[in-house]
């Protein structure tokens, strides 16, 4: 089988992703004439060279963008790099309905060691480490090539928060969080609070629920938390160098940022 007829026959099974050692046990050719005719194609923008042994299809309808949503082949990426994997922070909240932004980087939290960043002419791809592997709070959701993992609505507002300095800021991700509020089920934030480990991504969440009016129902949930939690004062955001203008007692939250949401 040459190739060229290896991925239309991947396409054909709706796959987009394939690696360096699975072409090279389909194509029966030399490996020096099988890498010529991938660098030919990727010349023709039919396929990607994503990292090192990894390479993605780019069918006709996606040739002039240069890349395909990730959510076609992040499965098979990380079947490839044999690591756990969810869709992160801003790319998760666009697949959970928060989409007035559009993002240049799409998100991708994984296990430990990190993973280099992708970063082409047109795809973009930052991996954010998490060494406390999410014990729940992944969901699947089904694409065109099968299934993906993605962060629930509540992990995906305690990544933005937590990693609020990776992604712009707190004021970047505070119209997110809005309208991921009127999605977030009780049931979810539930299950994030019994094992999530960070005690101050919830009182930081606390005081921005109540600011952007959340249930009472929602923010009763966070104050149970953390009656049962010691915990001591932090900043608002954990950007250095910002006078405190305010200190809210009821979640030992100190005020350092003028918020400002764009919705």
């Not at 430990?112 to 082409?120: G, I, Q, S, T, Y």
């Not at 608002?236 to 918020?259: F, H, Q, R, S």
Request: charged letters at 25%; proline letters at 3%.
């Amino acid at each position: 089988m040459l190739v060229a007829e290896y991925i239309k026959t991947l396409q054909s099974y709706e796959e987009y992703g394939f690696s360096w050692e699975e072409v090279l046990e389909k194509c029966n050719a030399p490996e020096s004439t099988i890498r010529k005719e991938l660098v030919r194609l990727a010349k023709k923008n039919e396929i990607v060279n994503l990292r090192k042994g990894f390479y993605i299809i780019l069918p006709p309808k996606f040739q002039n963008l240069g890349k395909i949503p990730v959510q076609l082949y992040v499965e098979k990426l990380f079947l490839y790099t044999n690591k756990k994997y969810y869709l992160s922070l801003l790319t998760a909240a666009n697949f959970h309905g928060a989409a007035h932004q559009k993002i240049q980087n799409d998100f991708i939290t994984t296990s430990p060691p990190a993973l280099r960043e992708v970063d082409n002419k047109n795809i973009k791809l930052r991996f954010i480490k998490n060494a406390n592997w999410p014990q729940k709070n992944i969901i699947q959701k089904k694409s065109d090539a099968g299934f993906f993992k993605i962060s629930s609505v509540a992990l995906t507002i305690a990544d933005l928060i937590h990693h609020q300095n990776k992604v712009g800021g707190l004021n970047r991700i505070l119209a997110n969080v809005e309208e991921l509020i009127d999605t977030l089920e009780i049931e979810d934030l539930v299950e994030l609070i019994s094992w999530y480990p960070h005690v101050s991504t919830f009182q930081r969440m606390g005081y921005l629920f109540e600011y952007l009016e959340a249930s009472e129902e929602l923010i009763r949930c966070l104050e149970n938390y953390l009656e049962s939690q010691k915990y001591y004062y932090i900043t608002l955001t954990p950007m250095k160098g910002l006078k405190v203008i305010d200190t809210i007692k009821k979640w030992k939250i100190e005020i350092n940022i003028t918020l400002e949401n764009d919705l």
